[in-house]
């Protein structure tokens, strides 16, 4: 019985946990705030296109910044678009960003290059997401947000309205 009261006493304490990581977020930043609102679409190469509206990244503070810090209600409730001004490559990291993402990499003809479901990190394992290719857009979205709306690499695109 002692194994059981260990394993009950984790339960209680695993909301205590949860709270204290969501003590180090905030609400927004100084790179959150300094975000313009835009609307894109999405088209699943099916016919189908779904209107967001999103935060727009399209300088050098506002992109270093993304949902680092954010609490995860926040990040739950935005899509950032990062804007590129000419093909970029590189690789994105969930350093200081308290809930899993997805982000999407588009190229220059707004043609999902990959999509990723990029976990928090764990101090063993803090891997980097990208394409492998050149992108001029990526757009981060809570995690399953792509799966749940029937949009993968193959197919979809990225449209200014």
């Known amino acids: 019985m002692n194994w059981l009261h260990r394993i009950a006493g ?3 304490l695993a909301p205590a946990c949860l709270d204290a990581l969501a003590s180090d977020c905030v609400q927004s930043t100084r790179g959150i705030d300094s975000m313009h609102r835009e609307r894109i679409l999405l088209d699943d190469g ?3 296109q779904l209107a967001l509206d999103v935060l727009v990244a399209d300088d050098g503070f506002e992109r270093a910044s ?3 810090h954010v609490c995860p209600a ?3 409730a935005t899509l950032i678009l990062f804007r590129y001004p000419a093909p970029a490559s590189g690789q994105f990291h969930m350093q200081n960003v308290h809930a899993p993402l997805d982000i999407a990499f588009f190229d220059d003809r707004g043609q999902a290059i990959e999509m990723f479901l990029m976990a928090t ?3 063993d394992h ?3 997401y990208g394409p492998g290719a050149p992108f001029l857009h990526a757009l981060e979205a ?3 947000f792509f799966a ?3 949009l993968d690499a193959k197919s979809t695109r990225l449209l200014f309205p």
Do not use: S
């Open 142 to 144: 809570p995690a399953g």
């Open 46 to 48: 099916a016919g189908t």
């Open 66 to 68: 993304g949902f680092q």
């Open 126 to 128: 803090r891997p980097l």
């Open 10 to 12: 984790m339960l209680l």
């Open 74 to 76: 926040v990040i739950d």
């Open 148 to 150: 749940g709306h029937g």
């Open 121 to 123: 990190y764990r101090d």
